[in-house]
């Protein structure tokens, strides 16, 4: 079982950075490839980024490529996503998930974490 907990959210303004931390419990993290997705009031849980768990391949969603960054440290378990510019539209609830392999399908995930809130304001 791998446990997830993700930090980090909080009201910004537009134009803004923030970033995001999700801690796994697992002392095996480094064998999971781990992703961001987010999910807004009434739509579908949606991709963020992932990163696989050796070689650092990323990859991202479209509204966000150019403007965040996930990165992680196997040594502290941790996965981030860096995100700048940011925009009201990225308003959502996010989370962070860990699976064998790397997948942009939240269906595939199989551990979530409680997720994060991120409110931008115009």
């Known amino acids: 079982q791998v446990q997830l907990v993700e930090s980090g959210g909080g009201l910004v303004q537009a134009g803004d950075s923030l970033r995001l931390s999700c801690v796994a419990s697992a002392r095996t993290f480094s064998n999971y490839a781990m992703g961001w997705f987010r999910q807004a009031p009434g739509k579908e849980r949606e991709f963020v980024a992932g990163?696989?768990?050796?070689?650092?391949?990323?990859e991202y969603g479209d509204s966000v490529k150019g403007r965040f960054t996930i990165s992680r440290d196997n040594a502290k378990s941790t996965v981030y996503l860096q995100m700048t510019s940011l925009k009201p539209e990225d308003t959502a609830v996010y989370y962070c998930a860990g699976r064998t392999s790397l997948s942009s399908r939240p269906a595939d995930y199989t551990y979530w974490g409680q997720g994060t809130q991120v409110t931008v304001s115009s």
């Open positions: 990163i696989t768990w050796v070689g650092g391949r990323t």
